[in-house]
């Protein structure tokens, strides 16, 4: 048997191109097995083609992928039976009833867990009976994973799981994927959530056009920001950025959509004197709040792009 | 074999759930072959329609023939009668010479009238005996009414254009739908997500070759001259083959439209070369090899041979080894080209 502290997958120099465009450009990645790991980044940044390549569905331009020690050129057969998968989109039969579709994938696998514990498990025992095609958005994406836990895998791929999801369902999920854990199964998921991200993830691989611009737990990238507290204001006018920034106690400043979100050190002493500045500038403060980092001030200073809206501005 | 019992099952399910593909697989061939026989069907009505074929005295006898009100009398080539007569058009054709003879289809009822009404007629002018003016020849093989011919074809052609719409528009479908990328990455084996296809197409082909048996028997009375078997068998063959072609028409395509352009461009071509309205012996000698090596001919062809002919399966050992090849060949492409992504 392989040993528990071996590589569920090990990645390096993976590089995509479509023709003239480079999908991803070299990305390095350590998955020690029983790990939960994020790829998080906007859409486009490539998070899809890299699992794609991982799941076998599209060949690597370039790079090294292992899977529980197997290459996808020699041992693809074997790998099939011991990986499990949700795709983006995914229209299942709409024709067949929820326990025909699980039936239907727990026949491919050598192993299947039983077609009961598998319906149970994505709390869709009431719908057991119901056709695909009646099934709520949530629903089908709960029916997806228990297709994809359907051959009791040692390696799960969840591509988005909860992208437009209902808040209940988004729970459902996270719910299931905490069990999995629970059980030592190694998790890849892809986000734009972070809320999610900071939820499930061991740790977190963020990619940004094909790069990845950083990595570690959640609370080791946010705390890499250096910043304690986000104050975001709203003022007429707003005040001047470059002034902000120069103060001691602010690590960074942005501006859009109307709303200053400024990074700060020690928010005691940083908002008198963002106060001052909003006053200074003659401007009447409409909006004032505070809260802790998240991952999306990370990206947002990393790139100068708000993650989710960038991948809003994508699906607009 | 659970996970070829289960993909089977899905597309039993699949097309059993869906109305409009029982629409498409039963009521509307149906409908075409009763819309298609009624108008081919022998008209009892109006004067019984004879012709003589061209050769010396042909211009009296077509004379003579005229006199009688309840004949309607035409001079035209021996081919061409032949052929009209075969196709219900014509009654009798009575060859000129030293002693006419007549041809009639045994299966026409009119062809019995047609006889006395032309015997009657080459009696009254007083030359011979009656007995003696001509000789009658039944044209004896059977079913040789333009029905007869139909019928046979329809079924081929129904189970082509049906196997061919069903399976390439499905797996288009679940192309788009990312299916085909999701079953991909499971260890479901190829062979058995194609051979569900076909399999599960030949359980309705069953159903159609019944459908066309019951009616080609009570509507048209269509003879049946070899055995129910054998034709089953052949229908399956061939649902199992157009499957197969289905397969590989829908081997590439993206787009539904795209699929669409594809299928006609395999069916057209068959439906009018292959002999599903005429016989394809119509076409030139040089394309004839061609037409030979198309399964729909292979289908029509043995369809025809048994139900007209009484052919057994011995004899349809060629027509059966294209059938098998056009299943294979796809298969074996399909395997490697099939494009699941």
Sequence with gaps: MTHQDELAIEVRGLVKRFGDFTAVDGIDLDIRRGECVGLLGPNGAGKTTTVEILEGLQPATAGEVRLLGMRWATDAAALRERIGMTLQETRLVDQLTVEEMVRLFASFYPRPLEVEALIGLVQLGEKRHARVGKLSGGQKQRLALALALAGDPDLLFLDEPTTGLDPQSRRALWDVVAQLKARGRTVVLTTHYMDEAEVLCDRLVIIDRGRVIARGTPRDIITSLGAEQVIELEAEPAPDLERLRALDAVVGVQHHGGRVTVRVKELHVALPEVLREVAVGGGQLLHLSTRRPTLDDVFIDMTGRSLRESSEAKAA | ?341
């Design chain 2, 1 to 341: 074999m659970n996970a070829l019992t289960q993909l089977v099952l899905m597309r039993l399910r699949m097309l059993m759930r869906q109305p409009e593909v029982l629409f498409w697989t039963f009521i509307f061939p149906l409908v075409t072959s009763l819309v298609l026989g009624l108008a081919f069907r022998n008209d009892t009505l109006g004067p019984v329609r004879v012709a003589v074929a061209e050769g010396p005295g042909a211009q009296a006898l077509v004379e003579r023939l005229r006199d009688v009100p309840e004949l309607s009398a035409e001079l035209t080539s021996e081919a061409s009668a032949r052929r009209r007569l075969a196709r219900g058009q014509l009654a009798l054709v009575l060859l000129p010479g030293d002693v006419p003879e007549a041809l009639v289809d045994p299966s026409q009822p009119e062809g019995r009238s047609a006889r006395l009404l032309v015997s009657q007629a080459l009696a009254a002018s007083g030359e011979a005996p009656p007995s003696t003016t001509f000789k009658a020849t039944p044209v004896s093989e059977p079913g040789n009414r333009y029905v007869d011919f139909l019928i046979p074809g329809l079924l081929g052609m129904s189970l082509m254009s049906n196997s061919l719409w069903v399976v390439a528009g499905s797996l288009v479908s679940m192309r788009g739908g990312r299916l085909l990328k999701r079953l991909a990455a499971t260890p479901m084996r190829r062979t058995h997500f194609f051979l569900s296809f076909m399999l599960a197409r030949s359980v309705f082909a069953l159903v159609e070759v019944a459908f066309f048996c019951a009616f080609a028997r009570w509507l048209f009375s269509v003879p049946m001259f070899g055995s129910y078997v054998t034709l089953t068998l052949v229908g399956l063959a061939g649902a199992l083959c157009f499957s197969s072609v289905g397969v590989l028409v829908a081997m590439r395509a993206r787009s539904e439209e795209a699929m669409g352009g594809l299928v006609n461009l395999v069916s057209l071509p068959m439906m009018f070369l292959s002999g599903v309205f005429f016989a394809s012996d119509n076409f030139p000698a040089w394309l004839q090899p061609v037409i030979g090596f198309l399964p729909l001919t292979a289908i029509n062809d043995s369809l025809r041979n048994i139900m007209l002919e009484g052919a057994g399966l011995a004899s349809l050992g060629m027509p059966m080894l294209v059938l098998a090849a056009w299943t294979v060949l796809p298969l074996v492409l399909a395997l490697r080209l099939f494009r699941w992504t």
